[in-house]
């Protein structure tokens, strides 16, 4: 069905190289930007959709992950589709798939309802995100232009998060949380009018779709999520989060054993065998579940406790993204003159300093300095850290696995931040029960514990870094700034 949608999509031929670069560059930066937002718009909007929808505690951890792990357990099929069948094809189909989710998401009468589109949304996602890079280096001559409209690209990269924070803010308190969708579908209306009369198609390369790759990864990666979220609301005990975590091993295992069998695997397995790259998808799963997690239950906090509106709680972020969007920058100099993997060293430990320091707070905790402090460390660390994380995890790849390995990197950061947010919510869950239900101290001490959590995330990643990384050589920082133009960044 998927296939006959993709060969139905409009095949209008464009010149190689559009007559008015600023309208194709505003096409590719307008749709990445709807996938990047995606993940950090709701975040302020979450206490309003609790109410309104009558999520449980546990329950609304999965507006994100809903998103996440459709997002992230698809991408390297949406990767793969648009090689066979064209990436301007395929972008288009996943504009049309992501904008009709977001309409149905902000007309949602019920959580369930909501839960099912926010995964729509990710298949739509999954399906144009990689196509967008793709698109832009055949747009754009190398050189210059490229240049150029790679920096623009890495700009939407960094700071979407942090504008998807304040714009949902906005959006949710002036208007409704419902808006934060609404938003995407004139915007992805007009770029699926645009792009058939302005962006080039790429030329098809034979290949073959491992589905099963990816329905078992999807699927089983959803269900050890779902284990941890039913753990929170109905105990280990439970038989449904018995047969969850089973599930979810289970498929896993499959995963791994139809990719040593598939002729062409959506996941290469040779991928794992450097010790440097198996190390930095794992560290970056952790560090991503770690500062995933603190987003969802900060914003909570502030709006809960502190009494932020949506839009207080979303510029409340700004410390921590602006100090992260200008590390990026000064980055690739200081790794010229420290190296890489010390920068990476003393960024995990910066972030961690910061989330252990975030994680103390209590009921009477003001803003300033408590929150206000520790996000700056947060963003100055995770400044550093990401850049050469990312170099770690495309070292050394054969130019036929340079995709995968961008992809696998994209992968652990959307899987990362869902396993993390799941695992989480459990203690979240627990400590609130424990310390009174609803009212504003067990809160505090139910985001406080939950925080822990994610320090303790993110120093198991420095640990990673340490024993199974340390000692390699991350390649030069030029190449790593130019693999970071390629990851789909979470909030933030």
Same mark, same amino acid.
């Given at each position: ?7 139905? @999509? ?97 007309? @949602? ?64 308190? +002036? ?60 105990? +280990? ?134 929150? @206000? ?7 100055s660390g995770m400044g550093m850290a990401l850049t050469p994380l990312t170099a770690a995890g495309i070292a050394g ?31 979240? @869950? ?63």
């Amino acid at each position: 069905m998927l296939s006959a949608l993709l060969r139905r @999509a409009p095949t209008r031929r464009s010149p190689d190289h559009a007559s008015n670069p600023n309208l194709v560059l505003g096409l590719i930066l307008a749709a990445y930007l709807m996938i990047v937002l995606d993940v950090s718009v709701i975040i302020t909007a979450l206490p309003e959709i609790h109410t309104s929808l009558h999520f449980s505690s546990a329950g609304l951890s999965w507006v994100q992950n809903a998103y996440a792990l459709t997002f992230g357990g698809l991408l390297l099929l949406g990767a793969r589709a648009g090689d066979i069948l064209g990436r301007r094809r395929v972008f288009l189909v996943g504009i049309a798939v992501f904008s009709t989710a977001s309409l149905l998401a902000g007309v @949602a009468q019920s959580a369930e309802w909501l839960l099912v589109a926010r995964a729509l949304q990710g298949v739509g996602a999954a399906l144009a995100a990689p196509s967008t890079l793709a698109l832009l280096t055949t747009t754009f001559r190398e050189g210059t232009e490229r240049t150029r409209a790679l920096a623009w690209y890495s700009a939407v990269a960094g700071g979407g998060g942090s504008a998807g924070l304040v714009l949902g803010g906005m959006l949710t308190d +002036w208007i409704s949380w419902r808006w934060g969708m609404f938003i995407n579908v004139p915007v992805g209306i007009l770029v699926m009018y645009l792009t058939p009369r302005h962006l080039p198609e790429t030329a098809r390369r034979p290949g073959r779709f491992d589905l099963a790759g990816a329905i078992t990864s999807t699927v089983g990666m959803t269900a050890v999520v779902y284990g941890f979220v039913r753990a929170a609301s109905d105990g +280990w005990g439970d038989k449904l989060t018995v047969a969850s975590f089973a599930l979810g091993a289970g498929l896993l295992v499959s995963f791994i054993l139809n990719e040593m069998r598939a002729e062409q695997p959506i996941t290469p397995l040779r991928l794992f065998a450097s010790r440097e790259r198996s190390g930095a998808y794992l560290a970056r799963m952790l560090v991503v579940g770690g500062m995933f997690s603190m987003f969802f239950f900060l914003t909570q906090f502030l709006q809960g406790v502190l009494g932020y509106n949506p839009l207080q709680a979303g510029l409340a972020f700004l410390p921590m993204t602006a100090v992260m969007f200008s590390m990026v920058q000064i980055v690739p100099r200081v790794a010229a003159r420290v190296g890489a993997m010390p920068l990476l060293l003393v960024g995990l430990t910066l972030a961690l300093s910061g989330l252990v320091w975030i994680s103390r707070l209590s009921e009477t905790t003001a803003f300033f300095p408590g929150i @206000a402090l520790p996000l700056v460390l947060l963003g100055s660390g995770m400044g550093m850290a990401l850049t050469p994380l990312t170099a770690a995890g495309i070292a050394g790849v054969a130019p036929d696995d340079a995709g995968a390995a961008s992809g696998v990197v994209n992968v652990a950061q959307q899987l990362g931040g869902s396993l993390g947010l799941g695992i989480l919510v459990t203690i979240f @869950a627990s400590a609130q029960r424990g310390d009174g239900g609803s009212t504003t101290h067990a809160l505090a001490h139910a985001v406080s514990s939950a925080l822990t959590g994610s320090a303790v995330l993110l120093g198991l990643g420095l640990v990673v870094v340490l024993v199974v990384m340390h000692g390699v050589r991350i390649p030069a920082m030029a190449g790593a700034v130019r693999a970071r133009v390629a990851v789909i960044r979470s909030a933030g």
